[in-house]
């Protein structure tokens, strides 16, 4: 069974930064397609940025410029670096991990908190 571990969540100013960690253990990480999701109180689930296993990124339009995307197959983890915190990031961040064709999987990690206020 696949388990996804989220670290470096916390509290900070706008204009801040942080860098969540997301590592995977097993030995699938490198043919998962990564992604970081977020979810803030009363609203949906939304997709902040993904990337492939051939390293291609992918960022939703709030956080183009921003938020940073990236994988270490090495040591099974992704990673967000978030820089220029708002206070509208404020929210749970979620990891999720799943499997590229052929295979199929889908992964998810238990959260961390993210608060920007000032």
């Known amino acids: 069974q696949v388990q996804l571990v989220e670290s470096g969540g916390g509290s900070v100013h706008p204009g801040g930064s942080l860098r969540l960690s997301c590592a995977a253990n097993?030995?699938?990480?490198?043919?998962?397609?990564m992604g970081w999701h977020r979810q803030a109180p009363g609203k949906q689930r939304e997709l902040v940025a993904d990337i492939t296993t051939g390293g291609r990124t992918n960022y939703a339009d709030s956080v183009k410029g921003r938020f940073t995307i990236s994988r270490d197959n090495a040591k099974n983890t992704a990673y967000l670096q978030m820089d220029s915190l708002k206070p509208e990031d404020t929210a749970v961040y979620y990891c999720d991990g799943h499997l590229t064709p052929p295979y199929v999987g889908d992964y998810w990690g238990q959260g961390t908190q993210v608060n920007v206020s000032s």
């Open positions: 097993g030995r699938i990480f490198s043919i998962m397609t």
